[in-house]
């Protein structure tokens, strides 16, 4: 398979699992929604940087032993699954957003915080690494030279903090952040609910 048709195939890949629903994407939600644009899209470039270290293990052959020890899958599994039940109820617990950005700011995390939110919720985030094993070891062949490896890792890394910039900068349009502002605290809990749900669902996976 030559290389254009082999990233294509990468790439649409990695595109359909970002656009499904799972943690990186109710983090930004919650971030972008809960505290401004400017969080949002910290969170996403978050999550961008998180990816980088499921590409790093699996170009230098760790993500073999990763998928050869229930030990070391298992940490990372139950670590991010605790981050986010911890995230989680910080949601159920949330009593809603200021409609204005600015002032949601002030009382709430810094950006920094924000990009350390979606770092650690995507490199502790099994599927993904799951989905970067599987990608590393079924999709790209053990053979392909070290810099398409790195081509294809970082074209997914970013693809990922497009989209999830994307996602940031739709849902803080002044006029729908005003009409969702009526209804945060109840998204927040929901949020809340869909992130523990997910914590206990990756809890009681079987590696």
Not at 7 to 17: Q, R
Not at 43 to 51: K, N, P, Q
Not at 122 to 149: C, D, G, H, R, Y
Request: glycine letters at 10%.
């Amino acid at each position: 398979m030559d290389f254009w048709t082999s990233y294509m195939i990468v790439m649409s890949i990695s595109f359909v699992a970002m656009i499904s629903p799972g943690p990186d994407f109710l983090i930004v939600l919650r971030n972008a929604l809960g505290l401004g644009r400017k969080h949002g899209i910290a969170t996403a470039l978050g999550i961008g940087s998180g990816l980088s270290i499921h590409m790093a293990y699996c170009i230098m052959g760790i993500g073999l032993i990763i998928s050869q020890s229930i030990v070391l899958f298992s940490a990372i599994k139950y670590i991010g699954a605790a981050y986010l039940l911890w995230l989680g109820y910080k949601s159920v617990k949330s009593k809603g957003w200021a409609i204005e950005a600015k002032s949601a700011q002030n009382k709430q995390k810094s950006i920094g915080k924000a990009f350390a939110e979606g770092f650690i919720t995507n490199a502790f985030n099994p599927k993904a690494t799951m989905f970067f094993l599987a990608l590393f070891t079924q999709v790209i062949a053990p053979e392909t030279p070290i810099s398409w490896q790195f081509i294809y890792g970082l074209s997914i890394i970013g693809l990922a903090s497009i989209w999830f910039t994307t996602v940031s900068v739709v849902l803080t349009q002044p006029k729908l952040r005003a009409v969702l502002a009526k209804f945060s605290k109840w998204i927040d809990r929901v949020t809340g609910v869909m992130l523990i749900g997910l914590g206990i669902k990756i809890f009681t996976e079987k590696a």
